[in-house]
């Protein structure tokens, strides 16, 4: 069974990088999609991104300038870097696995629990 | 970018009932790409369904799935007790993919 776990800090300074690691046990991060989600209190669930685990990434053009998701096969994981974060950057943080077809759609089948970040001074 | 809006809001029913959740896409959902997640609270999104009917694995068969273009449906055909929480419809025929805001299914 694969399993997710998302990993960083809970309380980021507003303007720094946010950074969150998400570690996949149970099965190979090589030749799957991996995506970051999040959900700020109140609000619908947003798409941040996905990485292939050769490199390549799709980001949600809303963020896209302030977002690199890179992955790490030989330490099974996969991160995320949101720059100039702001108030409006909290959120529950998940990541998940993409089921992915090849004409660039996609679900997700498995999900992290999910990581509060909070952005305050 | 596509919109999804889910009705209503909140469905109170007790259990037994048969629960129906709507998901209005703003624009037709190529390929009925669409799938529906159920949340409890301080819990991950379940995926229930994708392709808009197909269960996923381990999904009981109470939990269904129709529509396309840009009316889908969840129907849950006799609520369980642990079928109550909070369900999202996701879209992902176009970039970048979107959420609705969610149903919650709560005891009456």
């Known amino acids: 069974q694969v399993q997710l776990q998302e990993s960083g800090p809970g309380l980021v300074k507003p303007s720094v990088t946010l950074s969150l690691t998400c570690t996949v046990s149970?099965?190979?991060?090589?030749?799957?999609?991996w995506s970051w989600i999040r959900q700020p209190p109140g609000k619908r669930l947003e798409w941040i991104g996905y990485?292939?685990?050769?490199?390549?990434?799709n980001y949600n053009p809303s963020l896209q300038s302030r977002v690199t998701i890179s992955v790490d096969t030989s330490k099974n994981q996969f991160s995320l870097k949101l720059s100039s974060v702001t108030a409006a950057d909290t959120a529950v943080y998940y990541c998940?696995?993409?089921?992915?077809?090849?004409?660039?759609?996609?679900?997700?089948?498995?999900w992290g629990q999910g990581t509060l970040v909070t952005v305050s001074s | 970018e596509i919109v999804l809006t889910q009705s209503p809001g909140t469905l109170s029913l007790s259990p037994g009932e048969r629960a129906t959740l709507s998901c209005r896409a703003s624009q037709t959902v190529s390929s009925s790409s669409l799938a529906w997640y159920q949340q409890k609270p301080g819990q991950a999104p379940r995926l229930l369904i994708y392709g808009a009917s197909s269960r996923a694995t381990g999904i009981p068969d109470r939990f269904s799935g129709s529509g396309s273009g840009t009316d889908f449906t969840l129907t849950i055909s006799r609520l369980e007790p642990e079928d109550f929480a909070v369900y999202y419809c996701?879209?992902?025929?176009?970039?970048?993919?979107?959420f609705g805001q969610g149903t919650k299914v709560e005891i009456k």
């Open positions: 990485v292939y685990y050769s490199g390549s990434t």
């Open positions: 149970g099965g190979s991060i090589s030749r799957y999609y």
């Open positions: 998940a696995r993409v089921h992915y077809y090849y004409d660039g759609s996609g679900y997700f089948d498995y």
């Open positions: 996701q879209q992902y025929g176009s970039s970048p993919w979107t």
